[in-house]
């Protein structure tokens, strides 16, 4: 616990930190580009059969030049029920008789109609080409599309899994380097793809790296920040969030062609991945992993960026072993992933954290993989939703730093629920009033996961941080993943897919009242603290038995500061 006074000792939040940070959040906000990037990338554009007699302007059957476009439309394609051209299909024979029919006799016969076998034709007024129009995943094919979302995604649990592991075992700074330089060879490929079966294998690659950036640039600055400065440093991280889904908008009404958008938010990690090369390591990650000079080494370069004078005269050897004492001895007994279910703390706050970040993220990505649902300008709705996302992010700070971690968020997973209920049952006309529910939905989830990773990053211990972030992230995106999934629910009922997030919300709201506060609390780094913190006060007890946990506490502390003393004169 005595990490603390070493970051003082090395100038607090100082030079070091912001230039870290600033690093670190200006990387982050391109990363989220990525994740909704196939709303514009895979866009499906409007799209009718290819005919001969419309489409092959090599020919003029029947002197057809005399005919309007809208008149050979006509006779070509069948209509819909809303009397606008089909998408699917197209009619076997030009039916020419249709031009001299009025709208009673239309339906007095129904002429042979036949797949699009030719291809299509695409509207290419807003998208002038994105995958669905490269490789026609339209019609019979248009599933494919939620194929290769889902395969992003299924990187992404994948990744999380695997790389929060490497974290906690090889250092932050490494995996994050790997992530950078895989992300950009990765996407960057992508544009090249021959095939659709190489595109996504690509895209499932590019969300294998993209997940790890999320617990690495966290772990980073949270254990670089002074403890007043934590929730802040989540703060801006989910305000990057927000940043990036902006720039995304903007970035694609600027660039409609799909593989030059790609390209543009591809290419700018090669430099992230040679800047990268300052970044320093975890020092809190060092020590605790019984690599105290190596620790003491980025404390004084820390210092020496903060201009500590005589740094390497102040943060000793001795000063950092007698400071982390308990950490340097909880080191030599290398805890192993096993020790997370073994112990029944952290057992029971992983199962109730996973499930908080799960019911966050499926109303999060059931709101931002459907903008096309929400109205025809996705440019301005991706815009919309990262601009709300914002002042939420502030938001957060302020409930967080007034009423704690957990009453935070279950005010704004409240929120979400009803807003999102509310949205349910208003009528299709009322566009306007959808829209503006569905940006306070979005704003309160991102207010929420603002909230919630913040708790996380306090709540468990640095030797375990990344990989149970990890852990939590699968959760997040096993529930991003089942969030389109869930719309096709809506063959049986329109309500029942936002039904059920709107339920899920609410009931996370509830579940977080399980677990400690950990406002102005200092960060656990071993097993041991944990388990102290058993005592820490919930904020739905009673008064009187969070006053006598305080005490416990207390006394707890005394006996320790005994112990630590015996040792040193010892």
Known sequence: MGFQDLLHQAGGQGRFQILQMVFLLISNVLVQTHIPLENFTAAIP???????????????????GIFSHDALLRISIPWDSNLKPEKCRRFLHPQWQLLHLNESSLNTSEPDTEPCVDGWVYDKSTFPSTIVTKWDLVCESQSLKSVAQFVFMFGMVLGSLIFGHLSDRFGRRLILRWCFLQTAIVNTCVVFAPS?????????????STVAFLPNCAALIIEWSVLRFQAMGMTLVTCSYSIGHMILGGLAFAFREWHTLQLVVSVPFFVFFLSS???????????VNNKPDKGLKEL????HTNGIKNAGETLTMEVLRSAMQEELEAAQNNPSVWDLFH????????????????AISMPHFGLLFNLQHLGSNVFLFQVLFGTISLPGSGLALLAMNHIGRAGSQTIFMFLLGISILLLTFVPQEMQTLKATLATLGMGTSSTSITCSVAHVNELFPTVFRARISGMLVIAACVGAALAPLLMTLAVFSTH??????GVFSILAGFVVLLLPETRNRPLPDTI?????QLLWPMPWQPKEKRLKKIKARRHLHESDTVLRNFRNCC
């Open 277 to 287: 090369r300052w970044l320093a390591e975890s020092a809190r990650w060092l020590i």
């Open 300 to 303: 004084r370069k820390a210092a």
């Open 496 to 501: 029942l897919p936002w039904i059920i997030y």
């Open 46 to 64: 409007d799209h009718r059969c290819w005919v001969h007699i419309l489409d092959n302007d090599t020919i003029s059957d029947n002197g057809t």
């Open 343 to 358: 112990t029944p703390t952290l057992r029971k706050w992983i199962y109730l954290t996973a499930f908080v970040r799960f």
């Open 196 to 208: 659709f079966l190489v595109y996504c294998s690509l895209r499932f690659l590019a969300g294998f």
């Open 528 to 532: 041991q603290d944990v388990e102290n």
